[in-house]
């Protein structure tokens, strides 16, 4: 064991690094690329009027509340004067996310009065016969055909997608709202006055019934008479089929919940009064439809109303041009640097250069690990910090280097140089790597979007660096010095060569010519 003393830590920094990338590769864990490298989706959305700075605020942490509802990861929202830039990074279905962010009106309780057939939106006109009118042609007994309108709604057939005006969804009064299916018009539901919003909600969670095998939605209200209270007094008359709250054909009345001016759901109020936690609505959900209307019940009110200014899809062939761009600068940079450290240090440069293997492969390992399970994004910013981070790896090495350098120009022995240029240079390390974190901090601290990938990369590279720097740069070099052949030719090294040192023996100083004894 006496022959491993002093070098334990570079065995084990070396057997973590190799074995982490093992589990990585075998896992089958990798990076998650973000939107300026997978491509995905982007919208920049328009607050309607001058609103207050904090309610643009609270718009936008709502709306990533929403995004991570859809199990996004690394969506980039950030604050463009008023308006809001929402980038979301591989989402599978693109117009799913587009529509749920753009989701904007207030969610409402709205009692259903009737539910009429789609047909009256879709088929807006018929056909009737006046075999009576006259007519100017040769025959005087034809008849003619005038066209009446038959839909009393107001609603468009294109209601699905395009929306309603304020005036149609009639707040306070009786309207006629649309349920839709995607952009298919399911049915079309006379409502009376909002009975509550979803001011009364405090969230909501989407499950699977084990005994059914069914989705169901379960909100939670609040408590009080704001909460849960205001839902009670509205479940009440409909469950005893009140004139505003009738009931329908399969029993007691139903309660439509409303956003953005379309009914999400329309469930039946099977109960007089409820618990703010007991309540459940259950129908033919599917995982995805139970987990949008959860995901509405619980962050559907936007204190703000926004219009989409801006929506497209970025490809993913432009995300693959700049990965390839990054991997490419990052490559030359790297062969740059290994040359330039193999120039001055010949063996140490080496060295140097297995170093930045070993933390590439701890980096790869951790963002991998943090992608996966984390839903941490690599962008093109991130790339680019990591980049950085080479220089700051072998700045440290450059600094022990020099280090041993000038101890041995000095008079000292390689071998008892080494110890003691690594404990003057890793202080200066320690100093150049906190500095370098402190900018780090700060740009995550100050920054947004793209700029906090940067810093957070490059903080994540530079404390590897402060790591290896002590685990494997001094016991690497100690363990080069002690080899025979390398000390018999220390320029491989690098390093000048030993200054000659004194015998100790004194010689007897020689009598002068004229001296007698």
């Given at each position: ?14 057997l973590?690094?190799?074995l982490?990338?093992?589990?990585t590769?075998?896992s ?7 939107l300026d490298?997978q ?6 959305l328009?607050?309607k009027?001058t609103p ?6 609270e ?11 859809l ?8 604050r463009?004067?008023?308006n809001?830039?929402i ?6 279905d ?6 749920l962010?753009?989701q904007?009106?207030e969610?409402q ?5 009737a539910e ?15 075999p ?6 040769a025959d005087?007994?034809?008849?003619t ?8 709604t107001g609603?468009?057939p ?13 707040r306070?009064?009786?309207?006629y ?10 049915s079309?539901?006379?409502?009376g006055p909002?009975?509550?919003t ?8 989407a499950?699977l019934n084990?005994q ?5 939605v379960s ?10 209270g205001?839902f ?18 399969s029993g ?6 409303v956003l ?16 703010a936690?007991?309540i ?6 599917t ?15 936007l204190p ?7 929506a497209?899809?970025?490809s ?17 940079g790297l062969?740059?640097?290994?040359l330039?450290m ?13 170093k930045?293997f ?13 992608g ?6 690599l962008?093109l910013?991130?790339?680019?910090g990591?980049?950085v ?5 072998l ?9 041993l ?8 022995t390689?071998r008892?140089?080494?110890d003691r ?8 390390i320690v100093k150049?790597?906190?500095a ?8 995550w ?7 906090r990938?940067f ?10 660096d ?8 001094r016991?690497?070099?100690k363990?080069a010095?002690r080899?025979?052949?390398?000390l018999r ?6 390093i ?6 004194p015998t100790?023996?004194r ?7 004229g001296?007698?004894?």
């Amino acid at each position: 064991m006496r022959r491993f003393r002093g070098y334990w830590s570079l065995i084990i920094i070396v057997l973590v690094a190799v074995l982490s990338l093992t589990y990585t590769l075998a896992s089958g864990n990798k990076p998650l690329l973000g939107l300026d490298l997978q491509g995905g989706v982007s919208v920049v959305l328009q607050p309607k009027g001058t609103p207050e700075s904090s309610s643009i605020d609270e718009a936008i942490r709502i709306i990533r509340q929403r995004i991570d509802a859809l199990g996004v990861a690394e969506p980039e929202i950030t604050r463009q004067g008023n308006n809001i830039l929402i980038q979301i990074p591989g989402v599978k279905d693109k117009d799913r996310a587009i529509e749920l962010v753009g989701q904007t009106a207030e969610l409402q309780f709205r009692p259903v009065l009737a539910e009429l057939d789609p047909s009256v939106v879709t088929d807006a006109t018929t056909t009737t016969v006046d075999p009576g009118a006259s007519t100017t042609t040769a025959d005087p007994t034809a008849s003619t055909t005038t066209t009446a309108p038959s839909n009393p709604t107001g609603l468009s057939p294109d209601v699905c997608k395009t929306g309603l005006t304020g005036e149609q969804t009639n707040r306070e009064g009786t309207t006629y709202l649309p349920q839709c299916d995607g952009e298919t018009l399911v049915s079309v539901l006379q409502v009376g006055p909002v009975a509550l919003t979803g001011g009364a909600l405090d969230t909501a969670r989407a499950t699977l019934n084990g005994q059914t095998t069914k989705w169901t939605v379960s909100p939670v209200f609040k408590g009080g008479a704001d909460g849960i209270g205001l839902f009670n007094a509205a479940a009440a008359k409909c469950y005893a089929g009140d004139a505003t709250c009738p009931a329908s054909a399969s029993g007691p009345g139903r309660l439509a919940i409303v956003l953005d001016g379309r009914v999400i759901s329309a469930p039946t109020i099977n109960e007089a009064s409820f618990q703010a936690d007991q309540i459940q609505i259950s129908g033919n959900f599917t995982e995805r439809s139970a987990k949008d209307l959860a995901t509405s019940l619980k962050y559907g009110a936007l204190p703000v109303e926004l219009e989409q200014q801006q929506a497209q899809i970025v490809s993913a062939t432009l995300g693959r041009d700049a990965l390839h761009a990054g991997l490419i600068a990052g490559l030359v940079g790297l062969i740059l640097v290994s040359l330039y450290m193999i120039a001055f240090y010949r063996v140490l440069g080496v060295l140097s250069i297995l170093k930045l293997f070993i933390e590439g492969a701890l980096l790869w390992s951790v963002i991998s690990y943090l992608g996966t399970n984390n839903g941490l994004a690599l962008t093109l910013a991130g790339i680019t910090g990591i980049i950085v981070s080479i220089g700051v790896s072998l700045d440290s090495n450059v600094v022990y280097y020099e280090h041993l350098k000038e101890d041995v120009h000095d008079g000292r022995t390689i071998r008892s140089a080494t110890d003691r240029a690594f404990h003057s240079s890793f202080s200066t390390i320690v100093k150049a790597d906190v500095a370098s974190l402190i900018g780090a901090a700060l740009l995550w601290w100050l920054t947004v979007g793209p700029v906090r990938g940067f810093a957070f990369y490059l903080a994540l590279s530079t404390l590897l660096d402060l790591l290896t720097s002590w685990a494997y740069m001094r016991p690497v070099v100690k363990l080069a010095t002690r080899s025979k052949g390398l000390l018999r030719r220390p320029s491989l090294l690098g390093i000048p060569a030993e200054a000659p040192q004194p015998t100790g023996r004194r010689t007897a100083a020689r009598p002068s010519a004229g001296a007698t004894r």
